[in-house]
């Protein structure tokens, strides 16, 4: 069968061939890329992205995939009205319609770019009753987003940006990691937040407050964490070798997706500590930039900060902490900044994770995601 692009860019045109792709009426839907490819049967969605390392890879998701993904989620945090905050053309946007779809309601969308403002106003037009009661509302945010949205909230006129994170049933951030502190504001403010991890693989979150949804299946292999269940994956378009790489069989045919994050498992829930594979070498000395990253994103002022590895001449490698800020922000001390990010890994780390320097931007670059485009990043550090 073959994928074809939406007619058309917007998110409502997405949503029409998404429909016609999981209802079987229409041909899979192409997110991500321009031209009509060949895909096996069954396939509801091609999800092409780059990612945050700049590797291209094209998801072959089946039409029971979106909907176990889909179902699960409804049977955890209940069903509704969503609101289409994300791009449309990656997996967690392309969810919000799926749900919506399942759920028998058109989603709202948040029409042109990201605002506290604008999603509030989105948020108001959501608001209906069925039966008299109040139909619940969910919508699905990247950390960024919610940063934004507890910092408008937290000023002095922020009150309708508070009403409109109080109004959701339940808010889902994924994408990457949230830190706490933004967690905490944003339970200050009266928002029910719920931290998924998943990946396009998994067909969106299947991990919810580190319990996975019914039908997932987690385990720690080689401190790997690798996960199963009926929202996988069929593998990379054109790409079997790459398939088998991510996906693998165990003894009794079960099939589990190779995450490529370390993480552990303690009483049935999962704690992600970061990728396997975002590890630099400083002095001999194996450092997780995912662990450094952490630490410092909850010091005041950097819960959107990026740690990045470069070459060092005297450690081999180091990390360079890159954030937004003007110079005026404190005081333009970044000596004082550095010593302080580096007090606070070091006590929780050790000394060779400390960062070697601090990099002050006007803004950091993000891919259409919202995610940090680390490539980009790495390389403006290391200039």
């Not at 608001?127 to 009661?133: E, L, N, Q, T, Y």
């Not at 790459?242 to 079960?254: C, I, P």
């Not at 952490?294 to 959107?304: M, Y």
């Not at 890994?345 to 070697?356: M, N």
Request: negative net charge; hydrophobic residues 45%; aromatic residues 4%.
């Amino acid at each position: 069968m073959t994928a074809v692009p939406p007619d058309g860019a917007g998110a409502r045109d997405v949503l029409r061939a998404v429909r016609r792709a999981v209802e079987g009426a229409g041909p899979a839907v192409l997110l991500g890329a321009a031209d009509p490819v060949q895909v096996p049967a069954g396939t509801a969605a091609v999800v092409t992205t780059s990612g945050s390392t700049g590797y291209p890879k094209s998801v072959l998701l089946s039409r029971s995939a979106l909907t176990a993904s889909a179902f699960a989620t409804r049977d955890r945090i209940g069903e509704g009205a969503w609101l289409l905050a994300l791009p449309a053309a990656y997996v967690a946007g392309l969810q919000v319609l799926v749900r919506s779809l399942m759920a028998g309601r058109e989603p709202a969308v948040l029409e042109g770019r990201f605002s506290p403002s604008a999603f509030t106003a989105a948020t108001r037009l959501m608001a209906s009753s069925r039966g008299g009661d109040r139909v619940p509302t969910y919508t699905s945010l990247v950390p960024t987003q919610l940063i934004r949205l507890v910092e408008a909230a937290e000023q002095a006129g922020g009150a309708d940006v508070r009403d409109a994170l109080r109004s959701f049933e339940a808010i889902l951030i994924g994408g990457q990691a949230l830190p706490e502190p933004v967690h905490a504001r944003a339970a200050a403010l009266g928002a029910r937040v719920v931290r998924t991890y998943g990946a396009s693989e998994t067909a969106g979150g299947c991990v919810y407050d580190g319990v996975p949804l019914d039908g997932v299946r987690m385990r720690i292999e080689s401190g790997e964490l690798q996960l199963a269940g009926p929202t996988l994956a069929d593998g990379y378009l054109g790409d079997p070798e790459r398939t088998d790489a991510a996906f693998a069989r165990d003894d009794d045919g079960l099939r589990w997706y190779r995450t490529g994050d370390a993480a552990e498992i303690s009483s049935g829930r999962l704690r992600v500590h970061g990728r396997l594979d975002n590890v630099i070498v400083s002095g001999g000395v194996n450092v997780s930039l995912d662990r450094v990253e952490r630490i410092v994103r909850g010091l005041p002022g950097l819960a959107e900060a990026v740690v990045v590895g470069v070459p060092d001449a005297q450690w081999g490698e180091a990390s360079v902490v890159v954030f937004a800020g003007d110079d005026d922000d404190d005081d333009g001390d970044d000596g004082a900044l550095l010593r302080a990010v580096r007090d606070a890994v070091g006590a929780e780390l050790g000394a060779p994770a400390r960062p070697s320097r601090v990099r002050r931007v006007d803004a950091l670059s993000t891919l259409s995601s919202g995610k940090p485009d680390r490539v980009a990043l790495r390389h403006l550090a290391a200039g």
